[in-house]
């Protein structure tokens, strides 16, 4: 009976791993997918690039790997309850997940080409991020809904109102028109989402004047 040869070898010692890959999600703060390097990786941790290859074959699978260590939105798992709709939406654009939003969103946009011509990376983003934020928005409208903040008459259009905000930045970040800041979201959250549910929201200063609501 043939028998397989045993490893030859130091095993892969995993300590620096955590490190590698909040790296990893740095460099892609600061520029996009494609300008990231495993060279650049390993000089900023330290490591060899043989280290790195030993662990990931691909920048791709280093990326996926980064991906996921992030794990979910922490509002996932506990929604935000600060007493209204407007505050709970708000709350999760404010989340510090990722390291806040502007990280977070200097992240998905050095991502956004990448997620384009990779359909693993468009898979994980998608399955990791995007949906879990979609479920989280969908679950707090439902809870509006559920303690008469907004008309049950609208609990139809929930399904479609919760991809809004996913969608919105999804779209101003791979069409590069310039940085998403949090007045974006803001405008969103009062201009489109709020709005649909008749849901009233307060006076925004605006630059040239505001605008009664």
């Not at 996009?32 to 390993?42: G, H, S």
């Not at 506990?78 to 989340?95: E, H, K, N, T």
């Not at 479920?135 to 409208?141: A, C, G, I, S, T």
């Given at each position: 009976?043939?028998?397989?040869?045993?490893?030859?070898?130091?095993?892969?010692?995993?300590?620096?791993?955590?490190?590698?890959?909040?790296?990893?999600?740095?460099?892609?703060?600061?520029?996009?997918?494609e300008r990231v390097t495993l060279d650049?990786?390993?000089?900023?941790?330290?490591?060899?690039?043989?280290?790195?290859?030993?662990?990931?074959?691909?920048?791709?699978?280093?990326?996926?790997?980064?991906?996921?260590?992030?794990?979910?939105?922490?509002?996932?798992?506990?929604?935000?309850?600060?007493?209204?709709?407007?505050?709970?939406?708000?709350?999760?654009?404010?989340?510090?997940?990722?390291?806040?939003?502007?990280?977070?969103?200097?992240?998905?946009?050095?991502?956004?080409?990448?997620?384009?011509?990779?359909?693993?990376?468009?898979?994980?983003?998608?399955?990791?991020?995007?949906?879990?934020y979609v479920d989280v928005y969908r679950?707090?409208?439902?809870?509006?809904?559920?303690?008469?903040?907004?008309?049950?008459?609208?609990?139809?259009?929930?399904?479609?109102?919760?991809?809004?905000?996913?969608?919105?930045?999804?779209?101003?970040?791979?069409?590069?028109?310039?940085?998403?800041?949090?007045?974006?979201?803001?405008?969103?959250?009062?201009?489109?989402?709020?709005?649909?549910?008749?849901?009233?929201?307060?006076?925004?200063?605006?630059?040239?004047?505001?605008?009664?609501?």
């Amino acid at each position: 009976m043939e028998t397989s040869s045993p490893r030859t070898g130091r095993p892969y010692d995993h300590s620096s791993d955590a490190l590698i890959l909040a790296t990893t999600l740095d460099l892609l703060a600061e520029r996009d997918y494609e300008r990231v390097t495993l060279d650049e990786v390993a000089a900023r941790t330290g490591k060899a690039k043989t280290t790195l290859y030993r662990r990931w074959a691909t920048k791709e699978d280093l990326v996926l790997a980064a991906i996921r260590a992030a794990g979910r939105p922490p509002e996932a798992d506990r929604l935000p309850d600060l007493g209204s709709l407007r505050s709970d939406l708000l709350a999760v654009v404010d989340s510090p997940w990722l390291g806040g939003s502007d990280r977070r969103l200097a992240i998905f946009k050095g991502l956004a080409s990448a997620t384009r011509g990779s359909q693993r990376l468009g898979d994980v983003v998608r399955s990791e991020v995007t949906e879990p934020y979609v479920d989280v928005y969908r679950r707090l409208l439902h809870r509006a809904v559920d303690r008469g903040e907004v008309s049950a008459a609208f609990a139809a259009s929930i399904p479609v109102l919760a991809e809004v905000i996913p969608a919105m930045s999804t779209h101003r970040l791979s069409t590069g028109r310039g940085p998403v800041r949090r007045d974006f979201f803001v405008s969103v959250v009062d201009d489109v989402v709020l709005a649909a549910l008749h849901v009233p929201t307060p006076v925004r200063r605006r630059t040239g004047g505001t605008r009664p609501r």
